[in-house]
């Protein structure tokens, strides 16, 4: 299977360059792989060059966890790092991703410095 890189993501995201929209469409029609950290950097992307808000980010992850040709990389631990983002967006999704990827891999707590991650179950303040 075909993997796509974090340009791709927000060309089917913001749909804000048609040309590349409509190739990242092409790109994808016959299924493709995201991978975490392309994932992570397009979250990233959105936030600090699109200025989308906590709202928007998680519409964003959502449409990606269900697009019907996208395989997300553990799917399981997105979906899950969705779910505590939309209860705790002051969280940040990279830091709820990296909290339920360490959960699934087996791996609490997560140690941390940050205040509001670390009142998460599983995340341990240090």
Known sequence: MRAVDTNVLIRLVTRDDPRQA???DAFIAKGAWVSLLALTEAIW???AVYQRNAAGIATAVDMLLNHEQLVIQDADAVA???DLFRSRPS???SDCLML???RKAGHLP???FDRGLG???GAQKL
């Open 100 to 102: 339920q990827i360490a």
């Open 22 to 24: 409509a190739a990242a």
């Open 119 to 121: 009142r998460i179950d």
């Open 80 to 82: 899950a790092a969705l």
């Open 91 to 93: 969280l940040g999704f």
């Open 110 to 112: 997560l140690g941390t």
């Open 45 to 47: 992307v959105l936030a």
